[in-house]
């Protein structure tokens, strides 16, 4: 029933218009109906009866009479404080989010057909992101030219985020400004400035949208994990505690990621069915096994592949769990089943960096380095302040080692650590892209720095882990490493971590 109202909410505009034009044509003929047997009897039978009033006419006028009427009710009930929305967001636990139409500021009347279409296009954009609920055009576009309160929206609307800004043409250049606001608080959570030459009509405002889009998913999605974290564990709904494994997932090492598969399991035991919940801690469980952060991989591995085929049967065409099970499968040496698998994620959601940038993961693994960079590309133009760039910028130097692009690995690896150093894959490539501008000396303490944040890490632990997600076992890496691997680093610590 919930996609059923989804769909209708989606598609609430062309719906009501349908539904309005079969309900004034079925009253017509119900006029014309009245109007015949009230006609005097001889000159009825003096005039031949119309065949659209026959009896048969009359049952499948009323038959479409009667569904147009349900279908308006069932729009006007959706549309009539979108309660439909908040009843769904309080079932889930998921933020509902309405976007506001943009204000046109700049005294050019001709410019509101613009604000229009960049916050048509940020709700379209919104609504394929499955980890919150967007409210239809036609609910939140009734506040237009209304100097609103955003804790009165938030209210009549059930949503804990709005979004309100304003367009403004300045000589040959547009401004564009955006504000993510909570609505219970007033509290603007995330504001931007968008300032860019209006030649370009069409692309600008393609980049424009793609760019709050983003920016909103984005920060929608912190703002929900921070509002989980403020929450004690217990008082969590299923929601709240994917919200919060996905802060524990965010740096990533043994012990956050440890965490986050006992807050997916706790998820789980509040909700079996959550499909997302069962994706993300089968992810999860596949990445600490190519970590090496399990003892006993084999059986880890089959919960994981367990859990993320479950999730993929209760939901096919949600691109969050379409990633994880490509995440699991690229990082398990799965690498064109998960090429299929993230592709169809980033054509459901076309501005899922993660996805994106996983997408090139797997194209590296698969030995198809010139392809992959186009991926990571993409998604470090879309997200750029993403709290993940650790991992896209490491992810892409991968296929930058392969191709012996070493000086520009090295600069994707400073940036990763800029983001994160706390990543042992980010120090190896390091030490691989050192090694080779044959800087020996730096690239044996990156090797060093690597078994600083992980324990574990020796030579024959980087071959455990490479043998499962390099198609070539890593051995572009190892040509470069294994000559000057460190003594002291060629087994791992006996300081197992707990």
């Not at 609920?133 to 929206?153: G, L, M």
Request: aromatic fraction near 8%; charge should be negative.
């Amino acid at each position: 029933m919930s996609n059923l109202l989804d769909w209708l909410a989606a598609h609430e505009s062309a719906l009501s218009a349908v539904a309005a034009i079969i309900a004034i044509g079925a009253g017509l003929g119900v006029a014309a109906r009245l109007m015949w047997t009230r006609m005097p009897s001889q000159v009825m039978s003096k005039i031949k009866r119309p065949a659209f009033l026959s009896d048969w006419h009359n049952i499948a006028l009323i038959c479409v009479t009667s569904f147009a009427l349900a279908l308006l009710f069932i729009l006007t009930l959706d549309k009539s404080g979108s309660n439909t929305n908040s009843a769904l967001s309080d079932i889930s636990g998921k933020p509902s989010v309405a976007v506001l139409p943009l204000t046109n500021i700049s005294g050019d009347p001709e410019q509101e057909y613009l604000a229009d279409g960049i916050a048509e296009d940020v709700i379209t954009l919104l609504s394929r992101n499955p980890r919150f609920f967007v409210i239809a055009r036609n609910s939140s576009f009734t506040y237009r030219d209304q100097a609103v309160d955003i804790r009165r929206v938030g209210e009549e609307l059930g949503v804990r985020y709005v979004v309100e800004g304003s367009v403004r043409k300045i000589g040959e250049r547009l401004r564009v400004t955006v504000q993510l606001i909570e609505a219970a608080s007033g509290q603007h959570v995330w504001a931007e400035n968008y300032d860019r030459p209006f030649a370009e009509i069409f692309s600008l405002q393609d980049e424009i949208t793609d760019g709050i889009a983003v920016a909103l998913g984005d920060q929608i999605f912190r703002a929900e994990i921070a509002r989980a974290s403020s929450i004690s564990t217990d008082n969590l709904d299923a929601w709240g505690l994917v919200m919060r494994a996905s802060q524990s997932l965010i740096n990533w090492n043994n012990e956050s990621s440890a965490q986050a598969v006992e807050l997916f399991r706790s998820a789980l035991e509040l909700d079996p069915d959550y499909a997302l919940a069962s994706a993300e801690l089968g992810r999860t469980l596949c990445w600490r096994v190519v970590n090496v952060l399990v003892d006993n991989p084999d059986e880890v591995l089959v919960e994981a592949y367990k859990l993320v085929e479950q999730a993929l049967q209760k939901a096919p065409n949600d691109p969050l769990v379409l990633f994880d099970v490509g995440a699991c499968y690229v990082s398990t040496g799965r690498p064109a089943a998960a090429v299929r698998l993230l592709k169809k994620a980033v054509a459901k959601q076309p501005n899922y960096d993660m996805a994106l940038a996983l997408l090139g993961v797997a194209y590296a693994f698969n030995e198809q380095s010139e392809q992959a960079l186009s991926h990571f590309n993409r998604a470090l133009k879309l997200a750029p302040q993403s709290p993940h760039i650790y991992l896209y910028e490491s992810w892409r130097s991968i296929p930058l080692l392969e191709l012996g692009l070493y000086t520009e690995a090295e600069q994707a690896l400073h940036n990763a650590l800029e983001s994160y150093d706390g990543w042992w894959w980010t120090w190896l490539d390091m030490a691989a892209a050192r090694a080779g501008q044959c800087d020996i000396e730096e690239a044996r303490q990156n090797l060093y720095n690597a078994r600083e944040k992980e324990p574990l890490f020796s030579l024959s632990f980087y071959k455990s882990a490479a043998a499962i997600v390099y198609k070539n076992k890593g051995k572009n890496v190892l040509a470069l490493l294994e000559p000057i691997w460190p003594e002291d680093l060629l087994i791992a610590n006996e300081n197992r971590l707990e």
